[in-house]
């Protein structure tokens, strides 16, 4: 069973940056893919990015590029997410992923065996 734990969430101003982490544990050898979902009270949990960690795959996306930022260690293996110019949409719960699967994308939460327990996100004044 791979486990995984974000940190780095909290209160941050409109226009601020925030960085989240996602430490891996577990039998992470089977893991090809690494992503990011939020969700936002009342609404539906949403694709944020993700890349490989594993193989050849040039796995690398990213819904928010431009303000967002995914990277990764591999050693350990650790994703991030540099979140900068932040506004009152981006409040939500920051949720880390990890899929065995193979795909083509992997913008669909169905793919992801692993979860994180979330780490909140509010920006606010």
């Known amino acids: 069973q791979v486990h995984l734990v974000e940190s780095g969430g909290g209160l941050v101003q409109p226009g601020g940056s925030l960085r989240l982490s996602c430490e891996a544990s577990?039998?992470?050898?089977?893991?090809?893919?690494m992503g990011w979902f939020r969700q936002a009270p009342g609404k539906q949990r949403e694709f944020v990015g993700c890349v490989s960690i594993i193989g050849r795959s040039s796995i690398d996306e990213n819904r928010m590029k431009g303000r967002f930022v995914i990277s990764k260690d591999n050693d350990k293996p650790t994703l991030y997410l540099q979140m900068n110019d932040l506004t009152h949409d981006d409040t939500a719960a920051y949720f880390c992923a990890a899929s065995t699967y193979h795909a083509d994308s992997y913008s669909d939460d169905l793919l992801y065996d692993y979860w994180g327990q979330g780490t909140q996100v509010t920006v606010s004044t």
């Open positions: 577990g039998p992470t050898y089977s893991v090809r893919v």
